[in-house]
């Protein structure tokens, strides 16, 4: 269930498709997310990929962004072509000027983002349009908990080596995903609940696994770093498990 169909793509009709169909016709638009990274303090990688993620969820589930809300029609015009998602980089003054435009900024443990309503490819904010979209290699000071399996987890591909902000793209995909998945209540819980999950990479026989589960899987459109098709994140709601 969603409150406005039209925004979510028929069977067969995928955001991440390699081909062109009449929807790439028409304007395009884009998911702005900037990530703080401060010089001396950067967050830790996975810390950065779980808040992008529930920065996309936070503005999927906002408010602004449904029936007549002020973001509305620009979701509506981004949910019904590819949904593009671009991750900059910001610090110092920049960041500043970047948490001054309409937007939401979710925190993590220490890491920050800031998810703003899409924009026209060609359009963006000059204070955003100045970001840099390289510079997004985070570490992960200490391997990450093993994930909790009752909660969802957003899976990715041992296969493939992302910079942290495409993964950060990719993992925001795949949370969007699941969340046309649910039922207007389950997404009320999820929100209610402060969006929580968890981003690994998959060793590769529970990645073959999940390939063939039927949940949610992003197949990237090729605009960056890896090919056209290539799987890169299994959504791995509780509610959506057969």
Known sequence: MTSDPSAVPTPGDSPFRSERT???EGPQFVLPLVVRIEKADPPPRTDAL????RAVLTILGDERSLDDGEWAQLMRDWQDARIRKVVRRARGAEWRRAEALP???VTGK???VRVFPPVPLDGWPKELARLQVSGTDLDDPEPPVEADATAPVLWLSPDL???AGKAMAQAGHGAQLAWWELSDEERAA???AGFPLAV???AAAHWSELLA???PLVRDAGFTEIAPGSCTVVADHPALRN
Request: hydrophobic share 35%.
């Open 50 to 53: 779980e808040t992008a993620a």
């Open 103 to 105: 937007g939401i900024t």
């Open 190 to 192: 999820w929100r209610d």
């Open 22 to 24: 009449a929807r790439d």
């Open 110 to 112: 220490t890491a920050e």
């Open 200 to 202: 690994r990479t998959a």
């Open 161 to 163: 080596d992302m910079s």
């Open 213 to 215: 589960s039927g949940l």
